[in-house]
């Protein structure tokens, strides 16, 4: 589930030009395109620098008048215990309230005056502090971030208001059946581990958390060889990292007592949780296995096959003209209203699954056609429907880096992930090496025959036994 975002001052009131790549520069006149070769190698080289503490600083230069800037760390809900599950999400919270240089109201003017825009947001295995602001005012937007890090005020006062911000906020996500379905779902499927847990944590532990926890627990994790420090636009990478002595040289790389936390394992268990509710009009289901971990090389014919699986929305346009083979089912047969193929990746695990939306009475079929394409996958994949799924699969990557927010995210997620960045040129040839046969030799080795996990809501009365759905996990072969 996607953490919510806590957000002061205001987004910039003005868009600007992006500056002319150098592709753009040596097409001929009159070219009306570039190529998609040609705007990968438009792509500027990130740059990294650690810190003597251990803190690493990246960057992108694309040219821009506008730059974002920010801190991603090592931490998450998988780093709670069921005592303070909750704290990394309440602490991004109070983040914002007050340093102890700035109240307040002085924070939030500092942002408004430079016409920024300041975010955070909280994950099963990172937090971040980021900062969209005018390329000149970079090493300010680094000094905010590194008080609001480092020296957050923790106001009992402001804790008491916030407690009653994440309850509403839990109420809210209890009203997204999709988030509770995909929550459900790791809760079930990492059952008895810290990846279980959700991102805001129970109610319980909302209304009991003290100062002292938030406090235990920024020493525990808010520790320089844990961090990043991503920033992609109009920046400067030497400027960048002088910034990055001054505010952040200080940041501690001692644990108190040698206890260094590490990434508790966690365990997959092929298992189901079902919530009826038969008042609720439609239902949600997800379905997962265990997927491949972020740095695993199975990533990318994994990524390849969830391209071949697609997403559907009734909204949708092309009916049974869409690529994807469970879409044209869904449109034929009515099978649902929305589906969506997913891979959640975390440092050694992760979950690839389906979600989907269906009428009570069509559960049961939509199941027995998700499955069946996995299989398919296994199986009957063919070269063309391969070379379809990798041109949806690389212009899906070049989508997603259109703008500096994202592509900072991207290098700070890359960076805590693989040690590096890992260029687009990098994912280009990988997804190019992908072929029919590595697509049926990696989903057999994480879909076929695998006990599954699954978790439904709402009118479920239709959904499989569980032990037919696990029969459905593989085909008999003659």
């Not at 049974?320 to 440092?347: G, I, P, T, W």
């Not at 049961?364 to 041109?391: F, G, H, I, P, Y």
């Not at 439904?456 to 032990?467: F, I, K, M, R, S």
Request: glycine share 6%; with cysteine; net charge negative.
């Amino acid at each position: 589930m996607a953490a919510s975002v806590c957000r002061v001052g205001s987004t910039l009131r003005r868009a600007f030009v992006k500056a002319r790549s150098p592709a753009l520069l040596s097409v001929k006149r009159g070219q009306a395109s570039v190529s998609y070769a040609q705007s990968l190698l438009a792509i500027p080289e990130a740059q990294l620098t650690t810190l003597d503490n251990g803190l690493r600083v990246a960057s992108e230069e694309t040219g821009h008048a506008t730059c974002t800037v920010g801190l991603w760390i090592s931490c998450g809900s998988r780093y709670e215990t069921e005592k303070n599950n909750g704290a990394g999400f309440l602490l991004e919270h109070m983040a914002f309230k007050g340093t102890k240089k700035h109240p307040q109201s002085a924070l939030e003017q500092e942002v408004e005056s430079m016409g920024a825009h300041l975010n955070a947001y909280t994950t099963r295995e990172h937090t971040a502090y980021f900062m969209k602001t005018l390329s000149k005012d970079m090493p300010k937007a680094v000094e905010l971030l590194s008080e609001v890090v480092k020296s957050v005020a923790l106001n009992e006062a402001d804790l008491e208001r916030q407690r009653g911000v994440v309850l509403k906020e839990l109420e809210e996500v209890e009203g997204s059946l999709q988030d509770v379905c995909l929550d459900l779902l790791h809760a079930t499927a990492f059952q008895g581990t810290s990846l279980g847990h959700s991102v805001l944590g129970p109610t319980q532990n909302a209304r009991s958390l003290t100062r002292q926890d938030l406090v235990e627990y920024i020493n525990s994790h808010y520790k320089a060889p844990r961090m990043v420090l991503a920033a992609a636009g109009g920046v400067n990478h030497s400027e960048l990292v002088g910034v990055a002595k001054q505010h952040f040289s200080d940041v501690s790389f001692e644990y108190e007592g040698d206890a260094v936390p590490v990434t508790p394992p966690c365990r997959f268990t092929g298992s189901e949780i079902r919530v009826r509710d038969d008042a609720i009009p439609l239902a949600h289901v997800a379905i997962a296995v265990e997927g491949a971990s972020a740095a695993s090389p199975d990533i990318v014919p994994l990524m390849v096959a969830n391209a071949m699986i697609g997403s559907y929305d009734i909204t949708f346009g092309g009916g049974k003209n869409l690529s994807s083979r469970l879409a044209c089912m869904a449109v034929e047969e009515d099978l649902c209203h929305s589906f969506q193929a997913f891979h959640s990746s975390y440092s050694d695990t992760g979950l690839l699954g389906v979600h989907f939306v269906s009428d009570k009475h069509k559960i049961e079929d939509m199941m027995d056609c998700v499955q069946n394409q996995w299989m398919n996958l296994c199986t009957t994949v063919t070269e063309s429907e391969v070379s379809r799924a990798k041109n949806v699969l690389k212009a899906s990557l070049l989508s997603q880096l259109d703008g500096t927010t994202p592509l900072c995210e991207d290098i700070a997620r890359h960076i805590l992930a693989f040690g590096r960045r890992v260029s687009l040129a990098e994912w280009n040839a990988m997804i190019d090496s992908v072929t029919a046969k590595v697509v049926r030799d990696v989903c057999s080795k994480y879909l076929y025959d695998k006990c599954p996990a699954v978790a439904a809501v709402g009118p479920v009365e239709q959904l499989p036994d569980y032990n037919r759905m696990r029969s459905a996990m593989y085909w008999l072969r003659f």
